[in-house]
């Protein structure tokens, strides 16, 4: 009687343990932004400041009004699940709130460290965006919501045009699938990544709030972070 009472006791103390750890996943999932896909071992600690002159504002695709006061800056990878969550969860709400009225502007590098695809995806994104920026933006909208498995090698060239063909009518398709098979602005890219390595960037998403990375992505962190930054300038100014 008593080996089955303990017996019972281990049954229900494994039990409490994988419903914890079920909670905690579950809680990080609906989060979707405290998770991010780990860097490569020799950028495994983001820096905390990026000097912003480094971050080529001028050659990067802008979400919002480059003269906002607030630049947000997501290092992203088109094959990371976490990214796509931030994408769908949070820079919606800050679309909303501080974006379009011109109040802070969002500014998006390439980081694809996870797999050759995510390098191709890339380049699809900076063709696009010398192409035609608002048609930049709208990929990164639809590749975000068809993102496929990570381990798959699923953003291909034929995966890159049909989305183009499909969903970005107003460029051109075939000059699209020409400077795709072309790695056309492969070196943007890379310059990207050049800058993420520089300043130590460990995972995606990583994201900046003029300059300075924000531990919390979420959108409550993001919300304190912009709001912080915004007072430190009236700050500044009254001074």
């Not at 579950?26 to 780990?38: D, F, H, K, M, Q």
């Amino acid at each position: 009687m008593q080996n089955k009472s303990s017996m019972n006791k281990r049954v229900l103390a494994a039990g409490a343990v994988v419903l914890v750890l079920l909670l905690i996943w579950l809680a990080a999932s609906l989060a979707g932004t405290s998770v991010r896909e780990e860097g490569q071992p020799s950028a495994s600690s983001a820096s905390p400041a990026v000097p912003e002159e480094e971050l080529n504002y001028d050659r990067q695709p802008v979400m919002g009004d480059r003269n906002a006061p607030i630049r947000i800056v997501e290092f992203g990878d088109y094959k990371c699940p976490a990214c796509k969550r931030w994408t769908e969860l949070v820079l919606s709400q800050l679309d909303e709130e501080f974006i379009a009225d011109g109040t802070a502007a969002f500014y998006y590098i390439h980081y694809p460290f996870l797999a050759p695809d995510s390098e191709l995806a890339a380049v699809a994104g900076e063709i696009l965006y010398h192409m035609d920026e608002s048609a930049f933006w709208t990929y990164h909208k639809r590749i975000n919501e068809l993102q496929g498995d990570k381990s798959e090698a699923w953003a291909n060239e034929s995966f890159l045009t049909r989305l183009v063909e499909r969903d970005i009518p107003s460029v051109d398709a075939e000059q699209f699938r020409a400077d795709l098979k072309e790695l056309k602005h492969l070196d943007t890219v890379k310059a990207d990544m050049e800058i993420a390595r520089k300043f130590k960037i460990g995972g995606t998403p990583t994201i900046l709030v003029n300059g300075q990375e924000v531990e919390d992505i979420s959108y409550e962190g993001m919300r304190e972070a912009i709001l912080s930054e915004l007072s430190r300038q009236q700050a500044q100014a009254s001074k």
